[in-house]
């Protein structure tokens, strides 16, 4: 059991999606003897508004399986990353010097700025993303960020005017060290720009199945507003992106900007919130399983589409095995001729998913749902989506 990892309160828990393998734990079959399981809660903090995991897995279980990602591989991210590089430089005002990168993958956003004529430093522990970093020609630090790196980056090349961050921060469950190491390396006039899955598209769509391990945290504008604030900073705009079903991108300064908060209304984010999407998650549960009853009984095929982090906790929370689910097409290599962490359900190459042409697919990578109709539009089958409440398309 945690407390708040920003102020230290006792967490007051709305939801328990039960005993839970790691979302990334794709298995053989000669390992569901020695499966890893946690309890996956959530809690909110009544102080610093922060929602959050209330028990993590042990730190030895976890990253030990590691699917190599690179942004370079969705042409959508690195556009994406793109517009929010040029986004950012617009918001800072005037030409940066140097821009600082927390989790910078194969340097995708850093190579605009650059481009730009700036000086860019990435700092991204994963080896295989820091070396495909520096093979792109982006100046890169193998390392995690803290605020000890932060100090030895200030030392050694000063402030910097910019720090940018996307679906990093979330995972850090020592975001105290992050926020102290942004708030000392940040110019007095630079700004600190991020951005994570928001919370409140969480709520809108039900989409709990973005709750698991490597999640720490599950930011709102009020609550970065207030762990901004207690590191001497503010929180002077946020927008919404389009992106991992609804983010949110926060934008932080140490002076004094014009705020702009008018795209978010966050007045009803209280704990009885919270309980109330604890009860549509349950009820989310309830249509899932029994449209996949019904479906089964009448003696359809179901496939998953896509072995996503994300179908793990729906899964293992709906007790999904492969007695409804025949297996998941998934294009990671990596993850082919495995089991679903906790359920079981055979993982096989997408290839073969035209051929086999089921009758129903669960789109578990529906944060991409526009991209796969669209690659799919030949598919005579149909997809389901499992939330808010589980419907076919
Ligand atoms: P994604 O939703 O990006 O992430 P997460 O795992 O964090 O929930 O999905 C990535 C996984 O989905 C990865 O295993 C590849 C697979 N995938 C497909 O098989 N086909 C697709 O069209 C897409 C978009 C993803
Ligand atoms: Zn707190």
Avoid at 2 to 24: W, Y
Avoid at 66 to 78: A, D, E, G, H, L
Avoid at 83 to 108: F, T
Avoid at 204 to 220: A, G, L, M, R, T
Wanted: net charge negative; proline share 3%; with cysteine.
């Amino acid at each position: 059991m945690c407390n708040c990892r920003v102020c230290g309160n006792s967490l007051e828990k709305f939801l328990d999606l039960g005993k839970m393998p790691l979302a990334n734990g794709f298995l053989y079959e000669k390992d569901f003897s020695n499966e890893y399981f946690y309890n996956l809660a959530v809690g909110f903090c009544n102080d610093c508004s922060l929602v959050q995991l209330i028990e993590q897995p042990e730190p030895e279980k976890m990253f030990n399986e590691n699917y190599p990602f690179f942004t370079s591989s969705s042409k959508f991210m690195v556009e994406h990353f793109r517009n929010m590089a040029l986004d950012v430089i617009s918001v800072y005002g005037s030409d940066p010097r140097i821009v600082v990168e927390i989790g910078s993958n194969d340097g995708s956003m850093l190579k605009v700025f650059k481009e730009r004529g700036c000086e860019e430093i990435g700092i991204e522990p994963s080896k295989s993303a820091y070396t495909k970093a520096l093979s792109n020609g982006i100046f890169t630090l193998n390392e995690f960020f803290n605020k000890e790196t932060a100090r030895v980056l200030w030392q050694e090349v000063g402030s910097a005017d910019i720090i940018v961050s996307a679906n990093v921060i979330c995972h850090i469950a020592d975001i105290n060290s992050v926020f102290e190491g942004v708030s000392e390396l940040l110019d007095e006039d630079g700004i600190f720009v991020f951005e994570e899955p928001y919370i409140g598209s969480i709520l809108n769509k039900v989409s709990y199945d973005q709750i698991y391990d490597e999640h720490v945290f599950y930011f709102s504008a009020t609550s970065v507003k207030k762990i901004a604030e207690k590191f001497g900073m503010s929180l002077f705009m946020v927008r919404k992106q389009n992106v991992h079903g609804g983010s949110l991108r926060y934008y932080i300064c140490k002076d004094s900007r014009p705020t702009d908060f008018s795209l978010v209304s966050e007045k009803d984010f209280g704990i009885n919130k919270f309980f109330e999407f604890a009860d549509l998650v349950e009820k989310s549960k309830y249509t899932f399983k029994s449209l996949l009853e019904y479906l089964k009984d009448k003696g359809n095929s179901i496939v998953g589409y896509a072995a996503t982090s994300k179908s793990t906790t729906i899964l293992n929370y709906c007790g999904i095995d492969n007695s409804y689910i025949d297996c998941i097409y998934d294009t990671t290599k990596e993850k082919w001729n495995k089991f679903t962490p906790g359920t079981h359900i055979p993982v096989i190459s997408y290839d073969r998913f035209k051929n086999d042409s089921p009758e129903y697919s669960v789109l578990f990578a529906w944060n991409h749902r526009n991209e796969i109709l669209n690659k799919e539009k030949d598919y005579k089958g149909k997809f389901i989506l499992p939330h808010p409440t589980a419907r076919i398309l």
